[in-house]
């Protein structure tokens, strides 16, 4: 009887014991999933995991680095974890030789990725090989207010590219991010202030390599210390500055003409000069969805009987790809023509030029 009244206070006890801990452990347990009411700040303020989701082209996926470990979201989980303990990781909607319009048309047409507290956008560099300053703003606009309605309790840090040399399309990215209040980080003066040449940053004057992405890394990382010790706000989806700024896309597979051009599973297909393929559509903006592939030839384009400009479809792998072609047509009814000219850029090796074209992108409203 002695033993069993010592024994139950002691089971007592020790199931106290087991439920405190118990209690205890799940309030420190971060994960995820914790206190998704915060902010990126607030998370960063208490140690809490952050996810974040980066829209870009080859600078934003991180090419140029040695290794995947040397990338600039890399270094960036890597110091956040040394310096504050915090577990970061990442989406990616990302493209080599992808443009603003490529990161909206995917943004737009791709399913939803886990709810960001963090969106990084970098555009610029190849958007200015396509169109001009005054177009580029109008679709990176479309961009950061896709992204605010689809995610309206991120913060939306844009980066300007340490390599962009084109000063109106730099301006854009500073006018829009200020507008939307946006944290922008301009990458141009940060590589110039080191005093080292480009070649000690970068890979082949565009592409950071490893010491160039560290710049990256610690500036968006002090960055979100600064705004963190400020206890900055998201801000809300402010008006527009364009007229018409949410662009919704339509995709048109019917052809109304062709000549040569084989349908082959989702794609027309033709390897001839000469062969050509006709589309209608209503809009002022006109995209393509075709295969990018290491036998990608080059492709005349035609607008309503005018030349508008040359494509080439090569790429190093087959990739399915959104390209702009043009957001300055006059509103209402449009052809377009794709004719293979034949002809191959010096980075096809092969033997072939072929073309393979899916469907044309057009805007739903007024742009």
């Known amino acids: ?3 069993r009244a010592i024994l139950v206070p002691f089971i007592i006890m020790s199931l106290l014991a087991l439920l405190t801990g ?16 915060e902010n990126v700040y607030e998370k960063y303020n208490h140690h809490t995991p952050i996810r974040y989701l980066v829209i870009g082209d080859s600078i934003g996926r991180g090419s140029g680095a040695d290794h995947a470990s040397q990338r600039w979201f890399k270094l960036m989980e890597k110091k956040m974890y040394k310096e504050r303990h915090i577990d970061m990781k990442g989406d990616y909607i990302v493209q080599s030789g992808s443009t603003a319009f490529e990161g909206l048309y995917k943004l737009s047409s791709q399913p939803a990725v886990s709810k960001p507290d963090l969106i ?10 396509y169109m001009n300053g005054d177009d580029f703003g109008k679709i990176y606009e479309s961009l950061i207010r896709r992204a605010k309605k689809d995610y309206p309790s991120a913060e939306i840090i844009t980066l300007t590219e340490s390599c962009l040399a ?18 922008n980080i301009d990458m141009r003066p940060v590589f110039k202030q080191t005093g080292l040449p480009a070649e000690k940053l970068t890979r082949d004057l565009v592409h950071p390599n490893a010491r160039g992405y560290r710049l990256y890394a610690d500036s968006i990382c002090q960055v979100i210390k600064l705004n963190a010790a400020k206890h900055k706000k998201i801000a809300v989806l402010s008006s527009s500055i364009y007229k018409n700024p949410d662009l919704l896309f339509s995709t048109k597979k019917q052809i109304i003409n062709k000549k040569g051009f084989i349908k082959n599973g989702r794609y027309y297909i033709s390897g001839k000069k000469g062969d050509f393929l006709e589309y209608s559509f209503t809009g002022n903006m006109l995209g393509v969805n075709l295969l990018r592939s290491p036998d990608g030839g080059e492709i005349k384009v035609f607008i309503d009987g005018k030349p508008v400009t040359v494509m080439s479809t090569w790429w190093p792998f ?6 702009y072609i043009t957001s300055q047509l006059s509103n209402g009814h449009h052809t377009v023509r794709f004719e293979t000219t034949g002809s191959k850029t010096a980075n096809n090796k092969t033997k072939n030029s072929i073309i393979r074209i899916s469907s044309i992108i057009t805007n739903k409203n007024t742009y």
């Not at 990084?120 to 090989?129: A, L, M, P, T």
């Not at 084109?166 to 507008?179: N, P, T």
């Not at 087959?318 to 390209?323: G, T």
């Open 1 to 3: 009887m002695k033993k």
């Open 22 to 37: 118990s209690l205890f452990f799940q309030k420190e347990q971060k994960t995820y999933g914790f206190q998704e009411k």
């Open 120 to 129: 990084f956008i970098v555009f610029g560099e190849n958007d200015r090989k």
């Open 166 to 183: 084109y000063e109106d399309f730099a301006r854009q990215i500073a006018l829009v991010s200020k507008h939307y209040q946006a944290v």
């Open 318 to 323: 087959q990739r399915n790809r959104p390209l």
